[in-house]
């Protein structure tokens, strides 16, 4: 094989490598969104869904009644004091439950964090709908700072007869130094 035809199939090569790094980079990026968009659409991975409260229909179920559990945990690094109001609540599909949650930052300094709700069983993420979430913001506490949450929730008139219970959970993340320049 001649220099020239060396070159020309190393220049091919180079090329190939360059557009396999590009596209596996591409797909990596594209991941996290195409994720997102599969689990809001089947409820995978306890993924809650959002709504206005001014879109509910007001329309009540009365003929069922949900067990609706709260839990929650705090990410390993997380020196906050973090529970659930109460531990669980009967509501009709349909009507507007009501709840809190409460945190406090144990530390001697300002704090940043945000949580992370989950669902289960998950065929129910899809019919729980938060319509007010501490969840939906990221949460500054200063050093000793306690305060209570609210989350204002509706259980779809379209979940699943066979689901009598469903967990909500909520894991808090220390984010402060993602955002350690707002502090």
């Known amino acids: 094989m001649s220099d020239t035809a060396l070159k020309q199939n190393n220049q091919r090569l180079l090329w190939r490598m360059l557009i396999v790094a590009v596209a596996m980079f591409g797909f990596g990026y594209l991941m996290v969104p195409i994720y997102n968009v599969f689990c809001d659409i089947t409820g995978l991975?306890?993924?809650?869904?959002?709504?206005?409260?001014?879109?509910?229909?007001?329309?009540?179920?009365l003929s069922r009644t949900i067990t609706v559990e709260f839990v929650t945990?705090?990410?390993?690094?997380?020196?906050?004091?973090?529970?659930?109001?109460?531990?669980?609540?009967?509501?009709?599909?349909?009507?507007?439950?009501?709840?809190?949650?409460?945190?406090?930052?144990?530390?001697?300094?300002?704090?940043?964090?945000?949580?992370?709700?989950?669902?289960?069983?998950?065929?129910?993420?899809?019919?729980?709908?938060?319509?007010?979430?501490?969840?939906?913001?990221?949460?500054?506490f200063e050093a000793?700072?306690?305060?209570?949450?609210?989350?204002?929730?509706?259980v779809d008139k379209d979940l699943p007869i066979e689901i009598k219970t469903l967990t909500l959970s909520y894991t808090f993340f220390d984010i402060t130094e993602k955002v350690k320049d707002t502090l």
């Open 73 to 140: 945990s705090l990410n390993e690094t997380m020196p906050w004091e973090f529970r659930p109001a109460v531990t669980r609540m009967q509501v009709h599909p349909g009507e507007i439950g009501t709840t809190s949650f409460y945190a406090r930052n144990m530390t001697g300094q300002a704090m940043v964090g945000q949580a992370i709700p989950s669902v289960s069983p998950s065929a129910a993420a899809a019919h729980f709908n938060k319509t007010e979430c501490f969840c939906f913001t990221q949460q500054r």
């Open 45 to 61: 991975n306890g993924k809650t869904g959002s709504v206005d409260a001014q879109s509910l229909d007001g329309k009540v179920d």
């Open 144 to 154: 000793g700072q306690g305060m209570d949450m609210p989350v204002r929730f509706v």
